[in-house]
């Protein structure tokens, strides 16, 4: 049976079994484990501070080996990328399943190591074995290390009241590119081979690095970002909704503001999804100073990205609301993502 519990562990799981059990205090700790932080900040001598963030590696055999590398890769840097800067070194732990051959590991680990090499990712270490019995999609998880001026690496807790709220690209960039690419037969009988070639194209568009450096700024900062959190599971949705709770705002949503693209609302549509709500890695939820949004916007333009003004950051008291068809209500939390049961019941329908 399946688990309705699958995916990132929620709110209340992570209120439950994690919260106070972090090992030693440390004063240097910055920022540690909290929910909607997917990065934690110590503090270095000289004004520095080290970032480091941890994710789990892909091997998605009906992906594909290089498809899997690039997630395995981007989706940790993604969460660095929140900082405002790129992930420097890398350290991969492997528990790959014994029927992986030596050939399948040795091409997955290329396009791993060219990926990193492609984003200024040293791999510094780690480790690497075969275990029997594994059959799960995640072949062990890595973890990304960045080092900069402490003052200048953001965090998700950042987010001001009146900040705008924007949102890179549009939604379930992730969802349905993999689903389409899983369900070729399916997709291209059901919605048609340009959908899937689109579904396919869309794939490499679930890197954010690029968004949130921009927004940010590299060799000189942008002020006006006080926060960003990317997109994983939950969806836009619940990216805007971790960034809020972290930063202990409120805020309002405009539903009908939220970018959709046309492969992706095709997609959801035939697996009964909300895009808003599904894992849209490649998109960057971002708060920033509203007399300067108009810049944020153009210059991610100048770079053909898109970016769209989604809502507004209010007091914590105000609540995180949602505005829909001229009615305003709460924001409810979907603490587990629609595309996992989407993806195993349509294994269980026997779709191609």
Not at 155 to 170: F, H, P, R, Y
Not at 197 to 212: G, M, P, V, W
Not at 280 to 308: E, F, Y
Request: hydrophobic residues 40%; aromatic residues 8%.
């Amino acid at each position: 049976m399946m688990s309705d519990q699958l995916g990132k562990i929620n709110f209340q799981g992570y209120q439950d079994l994690l919260a106070g059990r972090f090992g030693a205090s440390r004063k240097e700790v910055k920022q540690g484990a909290a929910f909607g932080v997917d990065v934690a900040i110590t503090t270095l001598p000289g004004g520095l501070a080290m970032a480091t963030t941890s994710d789990p590696l892909s091997l998605i055999p009906s992906l594909g080996l290089q498809e899997s590398a690039w997630l395995s890769v981007h989706l940790m840097a993604n969460d660095m990328a929140t900082t405002g800067f790129a992930p420097q070194y890398g350290q991969f732990v492997l528990n790959l399943p014994d029927t992986l051959s030596k050939d399948d590991f040795s091409t997955y680990w290329s396009f791993i190591d060219q990926y990193c090499k492609e984003i200024g990712v040293a791999i510094t270490g780690g480790h690497t074995g075969f275990v029997q019995g594994q059959n799960s999609t995640f072949a062990g998880g890595g973890t990304l290390i960045t080092v900069a001026k402490e003052s200048e690496v953001l965090c998700s807790t950042g987010a001001q009241e009146g900040d705008v709220i924007l949102v890179t690209k549009s939604c379930a960039l992730t969802a349905t590119a993999i689903l389409g690419m899983s369900f070729p037969e399916t997709i291209k009988q059901k919605l048609g081979v340009e959908i899937y070639l689109s579904a396919c194209e869309q794939f490499y568009q679930t890197s954010s690095l690029q968004d949130a450096l921009c927004a940010s700024g590299t060799d000189e900062k942008f002020r006006e970002v006080h926060a960003m959190h990317d997109v994983t599971e939950g969806g836009v949705l619940g990216a805007i909704y971790e960034m809020l709770v972290a930063s202990d705002k409120g805020g309002i949503i405009e539903y009908d503001q939220i970018p959709v693209g046309d492969t992706a609302c095709s997609i959801a549509g035939l697996f009964g999804l909300e895009p808003r709500y599904c894992v849209g890695a490649g998109s960057m939820a971002i708060a920033c100073d509203p007399t300067h949004s108009d810049k944020v916007i153009q210059r991610l333009a100048h770079k053909n990205i898109l970016c769209t003004a989604v809502g507004r950051v209010s007091e914590k008291h105000s609540g995180i609301m949602i505005s829909k068809a001229e009615s305003t209500s709460p924001l409810v939390y979907q603490e587990t993502d629609p595309y996992w049961a989407a993806y195993f019941n349509a294994i269980k329908s026997g779709w191609k």
